[in-house]
């Protein structure tokens, strides 16, 4: 281990990272339960919070790999706020409801599941368009 800082006390900076991580964990509960929405500023405050505690932490016991990884958070969510402090100020904010959810994936090799799609295993992967897939079928029709 390597100390950067020599202080009275690094047992307080231990402590100050191991909160940082106990953030980390806390934010990815809330988004897992629905309890926080990744494109919420609260989401991306916490995770900086979190980084700049472990970072702290790491003052103490150095770990290159361990700081870049805080460091990429902090300006990822410095940067995240950011654009969405803008957006408020201009009267841009989205919200969570117009945010459309990612489409599920097809596995090619999965018949029965694109057999119900009508789609052979020759044909294309489905066109998305506003929300709904189009089969080859659909697509011919139209």
């Known amino acids: 281990m390597t100390q950067i800082i020599d202080v009275a006390h690094p047992e307080l ?5 191991v909160a940082g991580f106990g953030l980390y964990v806390m934010n990815y509960t809330l988004l897992t339960f629905h309890r926080l929405h990744s494109h919420d ?7 900086l919070v979190a980084a700049a505690c472990v970072l702290a932490g790491l003052l103490v016991s150095f770990n290159l790999a361990s700081a870049l990884i805080q460091l990429f958070w902090v300006i990822i969510s410095t940067a995240a706020i950011a654009i969405r402090l803008r957006r408020k100020m201009h009267g841009e904010e989205v919200q969570h409801d117009d945010i459309p959810p990612a489409p599920l994936p097809l596995d090619p090799d999965d018949e029965e599941n694109l057999e119900e799609l009508g789609i052979t295993r020759f044909d294309h992967v489905p066109e998305q368009r506003s929300g709904r897939m189009k089969t080859p ?3 011919r029709a139209a």
């Open 13 to 17: 900076f231990e402590i100050i990272g």
């Open 137 to 139: 079928a659909a697509r």
């Open 41 to 47: 500023a609260l989401y991306f405050a916490i995770n």
